[in-house]
């Protein structure tokens, strides 16, 4: 395969496919700008830009390189800290971080740079006015650096450098910004004449889903990787590569999000990224709730790489949408050569990380019913950014006459893998609200989940704190008062 | 040099506006670090031959090797060598102040994953895979990893010290009031960005030079020349930057330094070591844990009359640096309220975990959460704001000076700091539109508080206040320094350049602080204490001076003034009747045969500490300042975020005003995080299960205060004659984070409606958070 590295167009040999790219910038090419912090995607001192070719126009997004394997990365224009760095002439988010001090031991920085860079390149040059824009400004400047982490400075000077380059120089882009000595269209020239991946067996690439049940034929017992957000940590942290792989990332039937009816089809392949960004301007109730979980899942390096497709069938009980998912009484199409079945999302799990796949099958897309019922979710969690769920609940359901009806609850990190809360759903089915107490709640739960206790909550913690959401939801205060923050 | 570099003339322009000493200048890397230019030392570049090793251990808390059967290490792919502990040539132990640190394990392992062995390969990722090939057969026996089990068990690393002031048992039994106080203290991972690493090169006979991400290099430098049998002469220690250091590679850097030498000699080859994450975590120690007691006695105003408290600090498997950790802990007991009557015991427990070691604020942080549970809970016991009581308690000539150490507090401007503070930060104010918002507010609930913080400065082994530094001055005008101190981030490279720049009266630009290298600066402590300014400023200062007075003297020969009549400032050089630039200055002395390069050297006057009497002068001055926070939770889920921050710092006449917020802000965050969110949990098996960044959370960008107000206390100079005034500055606004916790705790009181002071013990997670709030409603769980 070919990338477009900074300003070079390079061939990767195939022995380099299953390897980290981190590894393979520091070592292979002598690069060293780019730093290993964590080898595991936590703390984004590794962060490139990874600019994929769409419509004509290459979009740059933030990913974290220790965890991406070079295999997913064919025909992309990888952008590392080197390639915008031409001796003292800073870029305006390198000068910004000068002259606000954002740097200390500077381990973090180039980390730090590349975030900025891709929020910078993807921001358009607006004035803010009203308060509200100011406050998602900072947000957005906040969502754009939620996996960096900085242990010097407490990040305010990094929030004064990022603020500071609003709102005048923003929305540079490539083209604009000249940032690797390559004008916008050369990069574009150059990235439609790279070759693609040569698939060999150990990493295969396919592009369309008859490529794909080729690559599935070729190679049946291999390992499906999407985004690579959890595979890659087997790499680094357990030293473990799998034999073989085969990429789903690519497939262009598994790429779309569209609404049909009374649907939403979510093909597999879509990132988290795409799918808030479908979703932003939807103020559909399950589009909030959709908004809220996705803000809190990962960073925005995870979410420009992760895949709804497989948050599911990675089958982590702790997996951030799921919950949501089952709630929202989605279902899945599953494909397998040239047959596909359609089955509900809640019969898909059997076990701990085990799922009715069978070998070669994988899921193609995901369809989420859409209906006018209350949809709300909560994650619960040591850190909000970037952190993993102690406790993630998601509960659906319509008031008719005051009374509760077609409730879901959907549950994350309350048992082996994500479940509904069916018995409780039951307790709660043609209740009037304040019927219920949270201590109803709670022995409700107990009979559907015993959680554990583990390094990130007590299971009593994990009980308590769903009962006290559940409550609180279908609490007549909760309709006066908007809930937390997340 | 037969032909001397062409320089600038002099210029006629405007020297008066010239300051280099005070100014907010850019950290001396910035360019560096945006531009990943800056070179860490994974980053160097070795030559081809350059090997990797990588450390093996054992899967067991505590036991006896009975067999370690390494065949399957030697025959995997890539390794070139592996070595136990028979290997090592001289010295086997690597404790820095006391035995008890094997640089692998011989036969007793006292915690999960001990290196036992050290495997060289060709690569990082053969060494790491060989590395988990090893047979390690352990006879277990009963780990201790509580407070209970090392008491029962009467295991401890060092002896009991104990600071006494006045009757405390009579004047307890007077005392109107008494409580009782136990709290459980959480340790803290450093989690430096770049983790722990080293590359040693081989060199002539027999020698090593290693780059060695170390806080310390001349100690690296004397354990590398002990574990290889060898002079330190035959040692060079290079240490350019670090990613982060934060205490954690004051002692934790030479292990992994030791085995790179060891293996690059005994094979001849340059060898990198370097952690991987979850490594660094689970084999390099961290902030103790403490649980603290105490009984208290008072009166009904809230005035504290005795404190009887013993601090037991959790050292883990040795005694690494615990003795002067747990006295600096006593010695911040008291923080900054006059106890009358005072027993301060510190004890120093065993644990079957890693050793832990220094972290900013160096046991310190630990004591002072101790004064400020007492400062809460007495405010509720008599039904005052915590504040008036934190007030009425202050050190003041009226009530005493004089602490628990009987030390004489000097240099206190604390009234004034909390005075500006309440007023700027509109502490009274807030409380009562908090109280309102409390009111109205069903789910979330806020919290406010103002703690001080008064941190004694110096290191309390007496013989550590020392430093040297080395200046050359360049027949270009050009200048480089080098001093004992290391840049780790915390800007002391720039402070130097700026303290040199102002000394020999040149621009900034013209001075370049090198790596620290044991061969130019000998016999240098570590860079911890907060003293690194202090103690490096001050020698190089004195460098300069030198190399200042012999060109003023040359100069008042040559033009027939006196040495006091010749100026040197922003790169010019003025006498009554001439001028001309430092470089042809430079230049006229190097062909007058002058000498353009030397030394400086400073110890700290003053100080002393008499353990046996347990009384002292240990610090030279305090550094002081007092923060606000304000936070808010969540009754549902016990999650908080804090809303707003302001801090007034005493850094005295400050060099680098923005490098010191820097610090204060980092430093605050950093605290927060060590007392919220940042959990170290081990498994009934004595494994650290918070092994990597997804289960051990640091502040992220979103925890950063929404408003965040940090202010350096104006017209303020050190009493002391520091370097010119300064305060240091590293360590003390750790503790301004104990704000955060005493606000949760507020936050909680306020949630049970004033009832019931909750306890809190540390890190505060939302879990703790929760139970806490429902303690404080009479709930029980």
Known sequence: ?486 | MRKLPQVEPHNIGNTSSFKVVGASKAHESAILHVTGQARYVDDIPTPANCLSAYIGGAQVTSGKITKADLSKVWQAPGVVDVITADDIPGHRDIGPVFPGDPLLAEEQVNFMGQPVFAVLANTREQAQQAAKQANIQIQASEPILNLEAAQTANRTVRPSHSLTKGDVAAEMLKAPCQLDIEQQIGGQEHFYLEGQVALALPQEDGGVLVYSSSQHPSEVQKLVAEVLGIPMHLVVVDMRRMGGGFGGKETQAAQWACLAALLAVRNNKPVKLRLGRSDDMQLTGKRHGFVNQAQVGFDHSGQILAVQAQLNGLCGCSADLSDAIVDRAMFHTDNAYYLPAAKITGHRWFQNTVSHTAFRGFGGPQGMMLAEQMLDDVARAVGRDPLSVRLANLYSPQRGMTTPYHQQVEGFPMQRIIGELVDSSQYWQRREEITLFNEGSQRMVRGLALTPVKFGISFTAQFLNQAGALVHVYTDGSVQVNHGGTEMGQGLHTKIGQIAAAELGVELDAIVVTASRTDKVPNTSPTAASSGTDLNGQATRAACETIRQRLQEFVAETHNCTPSQVQLKAGQVIWPSGQQSFAELVQAAYLARISLSSTGYYRTPKIYYDRDKAAGHPFYYYTCGAAVTEVEVDRLTGMYKVLRTDILHDAGASINPAIDIGQIEGAYVQGMGWLTTEELVWGDDGRLQSNSGATYKIPAVGDTPAEFNVALLENSSNHEATIYHSKAVGEPPFMYAISVWSALRDAIYQAGNRQCNPQLDTPATPERVLWAMQQARGETS
């Not at chain 1, 990874?50 to 965890?67: D, F, M, S, T």
């Not at chain 1, 073989?244 to 979510?266: C, F, K, N, P, T």
């Open chain 1, 1 to 486: 395969m070919e990338i477009l590295l900074n300003n070079q167009a390079l061939t990767v040999a195939e022995e380099h496919y299953r390897k980290p790219l981190l590894t393979w910038l520091r070592e292979q090419q002598e690069l060293p700008a780019t730093k290993e912090g964590c080898g595991a995607g936590d703390c984004g001192a590794c962060t490139v830009l990874v600019g994929r070719l769409q419509n004509g126009k290459v979009h740059y997004e933030a990913v974290n390189a220790c965890i991406a394997l070079l295999g997913n990365l064919s025909q992309c224009h990888l952008v590392t800290l080197d390639g915008i760095s031409h001796g003292n002439k800073l870029q305006p988010v390198q000068q910004a971080l000068v002259d606000f001090h954002g740097s200390q031991c500077g381990f973090c920085t180039p980390g730090i740079v590349m975030a900025m860079m891709a929020w910078w390149l993807n921001t358009p040059a607006n004035p803010l006015q009203t308060d509200k824009e100011i406050k998602q400004h900072r947000h957005d400047i906040e969502e754009a650096l939620s996996g960096n982490l900085c242990r010097c400075t407490g990040y305010h000077p990094i929030l004064k450098a990022a603020a500071s380059l609003a709102p005048f120089t923003l929305g540079g882009g490539m083209d604009k910004a000249d940032l690797v000595g390559l004008t916008g269209i050369q990069i574009t020239e150059i990235l439609a004449e790279l070759s693609p991946s040569t698939k060999p067996l150990a990493y295969q690439q396919p592009y369309t889903e008859q490529e794909l049940a080729q690559a599935i034929n070729a190679m049946p017992e291999a390992t499906f990787i999407s985004g690579g957000t959890d595979l890659g940590l087997e790499v680094t942290q357990q030293l473990n590569t799998r034999d073989a792989y085969i990429d789903l990332s690519q497939v262009a039937e598994l790429q779309h999000i569209q609404r049909d009816g009374d649907s939403l089809h979510i093909g597999a392949s879509v990132t988290y990224s795409q799918l808030s960004e479908y979703l932003s301007g939807d103020s559909h109730q399950a589009s909030h709730a959709w908004q809220k979980i996705l803000n809190v899942l990962g960073s925005r390096q995870v979410r420009n790489k992760g895949t709804i497709g497989g948050n599911i069938a990675n089958a982590s009980p702790i997996a951030d949408t799921p919950p949501l998912l089952l709630a929202l009484q989605a279902k899945l199409i599953l494909q397998k050569g040239t047959e596909s079945r359609e089955i509900e999302l809640a019969d898909f799990y059997i076990g701990y990380r085990q799922t009715v796949l069978a070998t070669g099958e994988y899921i193609r897309e995901i369809i989420v019913p859409i209906d006018d019922h209350q949809v709300h979710i909560e994650k619960i969690s040591k850190r909000y950014e970037d952190d993993i769920s102690a406790a993630c609940i998601a509960m659906v359901y319509k008031l008719e006459d005051d009374h509760i009806s077609q409730c879901k609850i959907g549950l994350g990190g309350m048992a082996a893998t994500p479940v509904l809360a069916e018995q409780l759903q039951v307790l709660l089915e043609g209740k009037m609200p304040a019927e219920i107490n949270s201590k109803d709640i709670l022995e409700g739960l107990k009979k559907d989940v015993s959680p554990m206790s583990d390094v990130r909550a007590s299971a009593d913690y994990r009980l308590q704190v769903c009962a006290n959401i559940l409550a609180f939801w279908l609490s007549p205060e909760h309709h006066k008062q908007a809930g937390g923050w997340a």
